[in-house]
């Protein structure tokens, strides 16, 4: 039998389970990696995420060889022409590949017709694999983070005290989410010069005339493992201290704060979470840092990452065709180009992205889904769209965090709310609204903020099936106390919202 491996773009580790299924004699086991300009023409891609992980692969490409593995790297149309090629060359009995983190890739992987035997090896950048999560969730009636949270903590005992957490509590929320205060002193986020593959890649992607999204330079991510442990150092050492205090704070011009940036990194297999996670830890006790900020990432990668990778595979294929607000409308415009809205929060972040193909949390769920989500738009248009717009999208994160998170489009069966707001929240959290033409104040005047009148048409709109989470009761008791006039103009301004000019 001869065994060849193929390495897919966000499997750029040395220990992947298919290469270290066969690294005791690496000169044998041929290895491809292949560019598909095909494959990236099926949607549109941020100009920074095909640059990142073509480059990544490229440069992975030459690690591997260095490291003495037999390294094919090709730059195709499609995948299946070279693959048939190497696999004739190289006389190559089965074909092994570490399962795709997405659906639709293993689909594709299980039904190409090659000449040779395909065996997917369980794939192993993720903590908790995909039977581990299914046992875990077959027995319960609501899978709860912060149930599933608790579990990581004790089953990879992190920042574990025996059997009770550090610091005599799981969660120190109440101390973190902070807004911003005037004139923080943030740290500056470490980016990188590209180098000359890098620069290879940038020509081929313009050569290729891609639909592309966003500004494709100035590139500044980092493209090596090297450079992502170094990302990674340098949250640790410059942001971590206020990490979880800001969490959720937005400024404006600041389009990093004190977030790690390493979600691009992790994603695609040059960092590990069991790593970053340690990281965090030792860092805690070597440096006494606070725990409400170590607590809080770590929240982070052990429990929210882990926790929508396994729901994504727990749950059904059919899980992003969820829509059950039944939003039908276009996603507006606007999405494709920040400069086109008046709405100083949008055009603030959605620009952004446009610049790097990044922004926090609290960007992505608060303002960019919750527009979408009140203002009642398709929840498979805005998913499309963020999985276009940003530099760490995959579907196995798309569909939970967009479907599931931001659009509550599965019903409930990961929040137990929809993250609705109006302009309160994101006056609060952020100074966008004191730079803006419209009334945060105001939810029926002509001026009134969209935030607002979008946010009590949405609680009307669907009322009934609100009361149905019982957690919404508070905010329908305050939606009662609007008089049926005023209901009735912030109805009016949400329908006419709808016009021309904004889809
Ligand atoms: P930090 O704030 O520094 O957090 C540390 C790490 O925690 C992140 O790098 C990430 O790996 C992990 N993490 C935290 N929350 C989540 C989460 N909900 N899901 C998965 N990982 C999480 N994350 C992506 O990796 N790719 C996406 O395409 C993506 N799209 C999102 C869309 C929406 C609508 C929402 C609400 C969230 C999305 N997230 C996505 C999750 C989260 O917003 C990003 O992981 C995070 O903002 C990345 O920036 P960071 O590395 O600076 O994260
Ligand atoms: Fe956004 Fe409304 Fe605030 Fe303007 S007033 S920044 S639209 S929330």
Same mark, same amino acid.
């Given at each position: 039998m001869t065994i060849g491996i193929w390495v897919l773009g966000d499997q750029l580790w040395q220990q992947q389970s298919a290469l270290a299924s066969c690294k005791q004699d690496k000169k044998r086991y041929p290895v491809i990696l292949i560019e598909s300009s095909q494959y990236v023409q099926q949607r549109p891609y941020h100009g920074q995420k095909l640059v990142l992980v073509w480059s990544a692969m490229?440069? #992975?490409?030459?690690? $591997?060889?260095?490291?003495? @593995?037999?390294?094919?790297? /090709?730059?195709?149309?499609?995948?299946?022409?070279?693959? /048939?090629? @190497?696999?004739q060359e190289y006389r190559i009995t089965q074909l092994r590949v570490m399962t795709p983190s997405d659906r639709p890739f293993e689909q594709f992987i299980n039904n190409l017709d090659l000449n040779c035997n395909v065996s997917l090896i369980p794939n192993n950048h993720f903590l908790w694999s995909k039977q581990e999560f299914h046992d875990w969730a077959k027995s319960r009636k609501r899978l709860l983070l912060e149930d599933f949270y608790r579990q990581g903590r004790k089953r990879f005992n992190i920042l574990m005290d025996g059997d009770k957490p550090i610091g005599g509590k799981w969660n120190f929320d109440k101390q973190n989410r902070k807004p911003p205060k005037k004139n923080l002193a943030t740290p500056t986020a470490l980016w990188f010069e590209p180098d000359r593959i890098t620069i290879s890649v940038i020509e081929r992607i313009e050569e290729l005339k891609l639909n592309i999204y966003g500004k494709i330079e100035p590139f500044r991510w980092g493209v090596t493992r090297q450079q992502a442990k170094q990302v990674l150092g340098h949250f640790l050492t410059q942001c971590f201290s206020n990490f979880g205090t800001y969490q959720d704070a937005m400024v404006t011009g600041e389009d990093t704060l004190w977030h790690s940036l390493i979600s691009p990194y992790l994603n695609l297999g040059l960092l590990q979470p069991m790593e970053v996670i340690k990281a965090a830890e030792q860092a805690y006790h070597s440096k006494e840092l606070a725990l409400n900020n170590v607590e809080g990432f770590i929240r982070q990668v052990l429990g929210w990452r882990e926790y929508m990778y396994g729901i994504y595979h727990h749950t059904e294929a059919d899980y992003g065709d969820g829509n059950w607000f039944n939003h039908h409308h276009p996603l507006p415009q606007f999405y494709w180009d920040g400069a086109k809205t008046e709405m100083n929060c949008l055009r603030q972040i959605l620009t952004q992205v446009e610049r790097t193909g990044y922004a926090h949390h609290i960007q992505r769920l608060?303002? $960019?889904?919750?527009? *979408?989500?009140? *203002?009642?738009?398709?929840? /498979?248009?805005?998913?499309? @769209? #963020?999985?276009?717009? #940003?530099?760490?999208?995959?579907? @196995?994160?798309?569909?939970?965090?967009?479907?599931?998170?931001? /659009? #509550? *489009?599965?019903?409930?069966? $990961? *929040?137990s709310k929809p993250y609705a707001a109006s302009a309160n929240y994101i006056n609060k959290m952020s100074d966008y609204c004191g730079n803006c033409t419209f009334d945060r104040t105001s939810r029926h005047s002509p001026n009134a903020c969209p935030f607002n009148f979008f946010y009590w048409d949405f609680l009307d709109r669907h009322r009934e099936k609100l009361k149905s989470l019982g957690r919404m009761n508070l905010v329908l008791a305050n939606l009662k106390k609007i008089s049926p006039e005023e209901l009735a103009q912030i109805k009016s301004l949400a329908e006419n919202w709808w016009t021309k000019e904004n889809c």
């Open positions: 490229r440069h #992975f490409a030459e690690e $591997l060889k260095s490291d003495g @593995w037999d390294v094919t790297y /090709q730059i195709s149309e499609d995948f299946v022409t070279p693959l /048939q090629a @190497w696999i608060m303002v $960019l889904s919750n527009f *979408a989500l009140i *203002a009642g738009v398709s929840p /498979q248009e805005i998913e499309s @769209w #963020f999985h276009a717009a #940003f530099i760490d999208a995959y579907d @196995w994160v798309m569909q939970t965090n967009v479907i599931g998170m931001g /659009q #509550f *489009a599965d019903g409930g069966k $990961l *929040a």
